[in-house]
């Protein structure tokens, strides 16, 4: 699904140079499920900006589906994204003023997509969820674990072919951490392709891969067999 070659990321001031991601090399197929590791500082989340397609890397190559956006425009690098890409973030980005509902059919409406066929939609990823009773209900009136469940629908209401969540659990405890894992594995038993950036060994046993980072570097990587709670 894609493929990173020698990819590096610097980032530079009037007088300093930092190497946040240095030469990685990575491929990750259609349906895994990824955990990326490593303490704090070593690129874990600048990595998944590039893969994302948020940030552009300095030097290297990326390739999504045997396409090379290396030298894509922000306008193609931002619809290529939109098509395919969801996000899950540690601080949940929901959208206070709109209800649980309209914070999951976003995406859809800047798809264009039909109100009819929005409805339909929203209401069926709010089941699978398991989130469809507070569907009027706004973020401030739901527990941590619920509006993760909410950004978690949000993120694959368009059926992206991959799911990108950056410390998922970071402000859940450990019964609505280990909820929102199970439901990126059952996600993942259904097709997505799922990359997650966590510092827990914990939260990576529910992964069937797990890449770990050191100064931006891959040093390491584990295949296991996830570990659904």
């Known amino acids: 699904m894609l493929e990173l070659k020698n990819l590096t990321k ?85 959208i206070d003023e709109l209800s649980v509902f309209d914070n999951v059919a976003l995406p859809l409406y800047y798809l264009g997509i039909p109100k009819s066929e929005r409805k339909d939609r929203v209401m069926s990823i709010l089941e699978k969820t398991g989130i469809a009773h507070r569907a009027k209900h706004y973020p401030g009136q739901l527990s941590g674990g619920q509006q993760q469940r909410v950004a978690v629908s949000r993120a694959v209401i368009a059926e992206p072919k991959m799911i990108l969540a950056d410390e998922p659990t970071g402000n859940l405890d450990s019964h609505f951490g280990n909820e ?50």
């Not at 045997?66 to 290529?80: A, F, G, H």
């Not at 038993?189 to 990576?204: F, L, R, W």
């Open 10 to 94: 610097k980032y530079r001031s009037r007088d300093i140079e930092t190497t946040a991601i240095n030469g990685i090399d990575l491929l990750i197929e259609e349906g895994e499920f990824v955990s990326i590791m490593g303490t704090s500082g070593c690129g874990k989340s600048t990595l998944l900006n590039l893969i994302g397609m948020l940030d552009k890397a300095t030097s290297g190559n990326y390739l999504f589906n045997n396409v090379d956006i290396t030298n894509l425009s922000e306008q193609e690098r931002t619809k290529l994204r939109k098509e395919n890409i969801g996000f899950v973030f540690q601080n949940f980005n929901l």
């Open 180 to 229: 929102v894992l199970n439901l990126l594995s059952n996600l993942n038993e259904s097709g997505h392709t799922i990359i997650m950036v966590t510092h827990s060994k914990d939260d990576a046993k529910h992964s069937k891969r797990i890449v770990e980072l050191h100064d931006g570097q891959i040093i390491g990587e584990t295949k296991l067999t996830p570990n659904k709670l």
